[in-house]
């Protein structure tokens, strides 16, 4: 196994201490001011529009992209850039018409969001659903992923990887929102500066494999030698349809995945829910813009080490192989250990940066529920501000420790880290953005419509994954929205594509809230509608002209790469 070399760990420690004696900076700077729970949880007027794009990139990019994504370049290309490009667009409907809502009505947390549109009930279910998805699935798989590829790199142990990359969050989520902003400022541009290293020395490696040189020359022997991994939109007949089926990326369920990950998730919104809407648009305009440059970092790697792997340079076959099948997540890894000596250190400090960023965004989030949506409302209502930072660093160190129990358990399936993550979070998606977007913007809604969402998107989904339909009808095959498998008895079954069928249950889920709703307003429920007047999407002459610029980049790169 390839360890670091003391230059290594040397760039590896500039980066540390530069984050540690930044972090404790910005931590005594806050200390200076009296603390509150909006300026811990949300740190209250206090990013500016750089720091907030950053630190939503920061909290978005960690080894599920670095190495989940680049894994599936690897396996199916450029179009698992689709998840990066389509979210600068999904950020740009975010800005103008998902966060004005909330700071219009001083919506601090998701739960909150539910209590004010809905009810107690509503809001109770799905602080709690939030918290165990969070701390289950997200923070631990982002903690496994992120341990298991910073052990693959440095030889260190796996184990003492999950608990130096928790140490390192914890730190810097105790500080605070304020902290974990500006910290992660530095920490997009060691994941940026690393990031691009490696996609540097990758493309240089294949000039220099076929006779060449520079990173130019390098990208277009990428699309020449591996021109199938340079579409975007796949046909009914390519292996990886039912992970990217089509244009239903364009037009279907991947709006969903994006727009209730960018404008539904507590992890993501909380950067913006304490700034001014002037503020909060230009740092989401900001992440729109680092999100384009993305599939650079994380997808371009996997294609180069798809070509390496091709052409049997060095010993790629050996370092890919797991189990005598080649593993593509193990792509970035095999990488960076090609990286000479302070440059892989640099590397190894962009994807630790990713990891450590991700983590204290999400520990942060989690510490927010549980402080101001459970224990503020139901165990200590009278909790006083001082009471409830205690009680936020309490929920950041159990969060984590619960991680570091159950990480050892994760299991990722053959898909590799990033689709396996993407797949099992969409059993929640459908129902959840349902229950937002009619609650943003229809105020005959009800409560009982929210929980059949709640409740009813997940068993749909679960039963669109675990009991598809035995049928023959060609028809189904034809229409784009499923694709014919046979099973291992024989039996012929229409197997829906887990994009489509986060559509087909947002759809189910709007038509019966809608019945629902109707039924109910027309037998005297009353709902709580939320204060919306269309002035709040307005937007400034400098945000619509950047929001232009990058639907035009959008258009030409599907256009390029379709």
């Not at 009991?467 to 060609?474: G, R």
Request: charged share 15%; proline share 2%; aromatic share 14%.
């Amino acid at each position: 196994m390839k360890t670091l070399g003391m230059l290594d760990y040397a760039v590896f420690l500039v980066y540390f201490f530069i984050v540690a004696f930044y972090g404790w900076w910005v931590y005594r700077q806050k200390k200076a001011k009296d603390e509150n729970s909006k300026d811990f949880f949300l740190a209250k007027d206090s990013l500016t529009w750089w720091a907030i794009g950053a630190s939503l990139i920061a909290s978005n990019i960690s080894a599920e992209q670095f190495i989940g994504m680049s894994g599936s370049g690897f396996k199916m290309g450029l179009a698992i850039a689709t998840y990066e490009w389509m979210a600068a667009a999904t950020l740009l409907i975010v800005a103008i018409f998902f966060i004005p809502v909330y700071l219009k009505n001083k919506i601090y947390t998701m739960p909150q969001f539910l209590h004010q549109r809905y009810n107690g009930t509503v809001a109770m279910i799905m602080a709690v659903f939030w918290l165990l998805l969070y701390v289950v699935v997200n923070l631990t798989s982002i903690l496994y992923l992120g341990a298991l590829a910073i052990h693959s790199i440095s030889g260190i142990n796996l184990t003492a990887c999950m608990y130096l990359l928790a140490f390192f969050a914890i730190i810097i989520t105790l500080g605070g929102m304020k902290v974990i902003g500006y910290t992660d400022v530095i920490q997009v541009f060691f994941l940026i500066l690393g990031g691009l290293a490696t996609t540097y020395l990758a493309l240089d490696l294949v000039a220099t494999h076929f006779g060449s040189s520079g990173v130019l020359k390098g990208f277009n022997l990428l699309t020449e030698k591996a021109e199938d991994h340079f579409h975007m939109i796949f046909k009914k007949d390519n292996e990886n349809y039912l992970d990217l089926p089509g244009l239903s990326v364009l037009i279907g369920g991947m709006w969903i995945v994006n727009l209730n990950y960018w404008g539904c998730n507590q992890y993501i919104t909380q950067r913006a829910l304490g700034a001014d809407i002037k503020t909060a648009r230009s740092g989401i305009l900001f992440a729109s813009f680092l999100k384009l440059l993305m599939p650079v970092i994380v997808v371009l790697p996997g294609i180069a080490a798809y070509v390496l792997y091709k052409e049997g340079y060095g010993d790629f076959h050996t370092a890919m192989s797991q189990g005598g099948e080649v593993a593509p997540d193990t792509a970035y890894p095999v990488l960076l250990n090609l990286l000479p000596a302070g440059l892989k250190g640099l590397s190894f400090a962009a994807l630790t940066a990713a990891v450590v960023a991700s983590l204290a965004g999400k520990a942060n989030s989690i510490a927010t529920i549980f402080t101001l949506d459970i224990y503020k409302k139901v165990i200590n209502k009278t909790a006083h501000e001082d009471k409830q930072v205690v009680v936020g660093r309490i929920t950041v160190i159990a969060a984590m420790i619960i991680a570091i129990v159950i990480a050892p358990l994760l299991g990722i399936d053959k898909k590799g880290g990033f689709q396996f993550i993407q797949e099992y979070t969409g059993f929640f998606s459908p129902g959840i953005f349902a229950m937002f977007i009619l609650g943003f913007f229809w105020k005959k809604t009800t409560s009982n419509a929210a929980l059949f969402a709640t409740v009813g998107g997940f068993v749909l989904s679960v039963a669109f994954k675990f009991l598809p339909l035995v049928m023959n009808l060609e028809f189904l095959s034809a229409s784009g929205f499923s694709k014919l498998v046979t099973q291992k008895d024989g039996r012929m079954l229409y197997e829906i594509p887990f994009i489509d069928r986060m559509g087909f249950v947002f759809l189910i889920s709007v038509v019966v809230m809608y019945l629902i709703s109707i039924y109910e307003t027309k037998r005297g429920v009353v709902t709580n509608g939320l204060e919306i007047d269309s002035s709040m999407f307005k937007t400034s002459r400098s945000f619509a002209v950047g929001a232009l610029i990058i639907c035009g980049l959008l258009v030409a790169l599907y256009t390029i790469y379709w």
